[in-house]
């Protein structure tokens, strides 16, 4: 939610920036972004790698020796092979050998369980203070980890295709979003998920198979990937859920997710909890009054009105009651406020449950994405216009 609100500010900037091609292009990635650690584990998986130390000659890394990075006063403490170590402003692990070669290394940090893998490079350096240990891959080996993230296993494949070209028109739109940080995109939620290199082949097919897919609008600019659990049966439009209205991000119909897990829940509320709400939202009326607190939403509604010419934006009550979404019905019952909800999420773009019967039923992955976002195109990167990559 907080990432799609973000790009919502920055989507008018992005759009007019005009850039060069991405195809078979380098992210540079912020590992662990969340957690930010200061001890970190590196070994290598597969190939060799070389370890770059400034002043120092290039080290072999061997798959069984770990080298242990720690963050120490403003700098780098690096410990390798038996009792050897150095203090370095940044160090680099760089693949060696045979460009035929896989190469692939594991990451490990306290508080997170086993290791993560990654393909490419890496980069760990402090700073001013901040340890930051940085990724640079291809695009497309970057992909599965995040479809894999964002989309849960056991997916058919089709829904799988349909969240990579999301995943790639989020990453291709967004190379810029921590531009002044020094890398492109973040491993955790504030950009897109993404806990490493995966072997899922369903996955990893998507992504090969829509390789270098990218959805765009009918001004040909990179199409607001947004997705979300349920819709509760109607996706939500983006001006009512953010009151930022874009074309291709219209309410549609979703008879496709009415029976999944997420459809449809249930909570309740004090009467008096409530009605703190209602007073605090600037209510003066009745609070005993049927319209206080009886409210129908068939189809979906952007405001409650509870009367005296207030109106509340449904978003704002699930936002106070930390509800599943913002598509729900209120009854009362004796001293509560039954709350009776649909879907699961913002509402708008993509329904994930929607898509994967969708995919269930036979639907291509091009007529997925058509279905959700409207008059939109899909788009080879090549073809594209898209954010310079950081160099
Ligand atoms: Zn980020
Ligand atoms: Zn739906």
Redesign the pocket.
Same mark, same amino acid.
């Given at each position: 939610m907080k990432r799609i609100e973000l790009q919502i500010l920055l989507f008018s900037a992005l759009i007019v920036t005009l850039p060069a091609h991405l195809e078979g292009s380098t992210v540079r990635i912020r590992l662990h972004a969340a957690l930010k650690p200061e001890t970190v584990v590196f070994a290598v998986r597969t190939g060799e790698y070389m370890m770059e130390i400034p002043g120092m000659e290039d080290v072999r890394i061997a798959p069984t020796k770990p080298v242990i990075l720690f963050a120490s006063e403003g700098r780098v403490a690096v410990k390798w092979g038996t009792g050897r170590g150095v203090i370095a402003d940044s160090v680099r692990f760089a693949p060696a050998g045979s460009a035929e070669t896989s190469h692939s290394f594991s990451v490990s940090v306290p508080g997170v369980a086993g290791e993560r893998q990654y393909k490419g490079s890496m980069v760990c350096r402090n700073d001013n203070g901040i340890f930051l240990l940085l990724n640079e891959t291809d695009i497309e080996s970057y992909l599965p980890g995040v479809v894999l993230a964002e989309g849960g296993p056991g997916r058919h494949r089709e829904f799988y295709k349909a969240q990579a070209v999301l995943a790639r028109t989020f990453a291709w739109q967004n190379l810029s979003k921590h531009a002044a940080d020094g890398y492109n995109i973040c491993d955790d939620v504030h950009c897109q998920a993404y806990h490493g290199i995966i072997r899922d082949e369903d996955v990893t097919g998507a992504v090969k198979e829509t390789s270098g897919i990218v959805m765009v609008t009918s001004d040909s600019v990179p199409a607001l990937p947004a997705f979300h659990s349920?819709?509760?049966? =109607?996706?939500a439009s983006a001006s009512d859920a953010w009151v930022t209205s874009l074309p291709h991000l219209q309410s549609v119909a979703?008879p496709?997710?009415?029976s999944?897990r997420n459809?449809t829940w249930r909570a309740s509320l004090t009467t008096g909890a409530w009605i703190n709400f209602l007073r605090k939202n600037d209510f003066t009326g009745d609070p005993a009054s049927p319209g206080a607190i009886s409210f129908n939403q068939d189809v979906r509604k952007p405001f409650f009105v509870p009367g005296n010419g207030i109106q509340i934006p449904v978003r704002s009550v699930r936002t106070e009651f930390g509800l599943r979404s913002s598509f729900f019905s209120l009854i009362a019952s004796g001293d509560s406020v039954i709350i009776d909800g649909r879907?699961y999420g913002h509402g708008v773009g993509m329904?994930q =449950?929607?898509a994967m019967e969708m995919a269930r039923q036979g639907y291509s992955f091009e007529r997925i994405l058509s279905f959700y976002f409207r008059g939109i195109s899909l788009i080879d990167i090549a073809d594209a216009r898209q954010p310079p990559v950081i160099r």
């Open positions: 349920n819709c509760g049966g =109607e996706t979703d496709f997710c009415l999944s459809a879907g329904c =449950e929607g």
